[in-house]
């Protein structure tokens, strides 16, 4: 089966102007993630969906940052403005909801999305 | 919260070599713990997955272990080979999340 598709792979804007990614999830996945990767660090938790409802998104700065995925299945991550500290790796990851517990699904990781802000 | 810490943070080691990494979480209520390789400039790809009733798992060459109680796990790599070389990082599933640790960066010389 194909994995999780991001695109765009990598992405250079200046400070002030918008972007977004965009991710496919595995077919089936109810349960899609976006998570944040500084660099040295470990990815972050920006926002967690289960279907097209945001049920997770309190480490999401909303100021800047926003979210959608319509129909449930593909979602699309944007930042407007673009400051600095975003320059990281966005990732995206989905996993089939076996359980009511979203900690008990396996999570399958897509290849990221490296931002980097002028 | 949640706090997932991984020694060495980098770590050599000539070809050949058997080497362990560790793993240490503060939190024993988990679901799961997973061990990650990333190469650089790619994502995720897991190596292995140890739900919170296991005490082990083997893929190959690797091996992980789990003590939930103590709140542990290694990874263990036998024979290490020049591409083995990455960073590995160990992630535990709370009730709704992962949490990732800073990850260890391992490079295996030739």
């Known amino acids: 089966e194909a994995g999780v598709v991001q695109s765009p792979r990598y992405k250079i804007i200046e400070k002030k102007q918008p972007v977004a990614f965009w991710c496919n999830p595995i077919?089936?996945?109810?349960?899609l993630y976006w998570y944040r990767q500084n660099l040295g660090q470990g990815p972050e938790l920006l926002i967690r969906?289960?279907?097209?409802?945001?049920?997770?998104d309190s480490q999401l700065p909303k100021d800047r940052f926003s979210a959608e995925r319509l129909k449930g299945v593909d979602s699309t991550l944007k930042i407007q403005p673009a400051e600095l500290g975003d320059s990281a790796v966005y990732l995206c990851?989905?996993?089939?909801?076996?359980?009511?517990?979203?900690?008990?699904?396996?999570?399958?990781f897509g290849a990221g999305s490296r931002l980097t802000v002028l | 919260k949640q706090e997932v810490t991984q020694i060495p943070a980098a770590l050599s080691v000539p070809e050949g070599e058997n080497l362990v990494l560790n793993c240490s979480f503060t939190?024993?209520?988990?679901?799961?713990l997973q061990w990650f390789r990333q190469d650089p400039g790619k994502g995720l790809t897991s190596l292995l997955l140890?739900?919170?009733?296991?005490r082990e798992q083997t893929s190959g060459r690797l091996n992980a272990s789990l003590d939930k109680s103590s709140g542990r796990s290694t990874l263990y790599i036998a024979a290490s080979q020049p591409g083995d070389s990455a960073t590995y990082l160990c992630?535990?599933?709370?009730?709704?999340?992962?949490?990732f640790g800073t990850g260890t960066r391992l490079t295996v010389i030739p």
């Open positions: 990851a989905s996993s089939r909801r076996f359980t009511g517990v979203a900690g008990a699904n396996v999570l399958t």
């Open positions: 077919s089936g996945h109810n349960t």
């Open positions: 969906y289960e279907n097209e409802e945001a049920v997770d």
């Open positions: 939190d024993s209520a988990i679901y799961n």
């Open positions: 140890i739900q919170s009733s296991q």
């Open positions: 992630a535990v599933a709370g009730a709704n999340n992962l949490f």
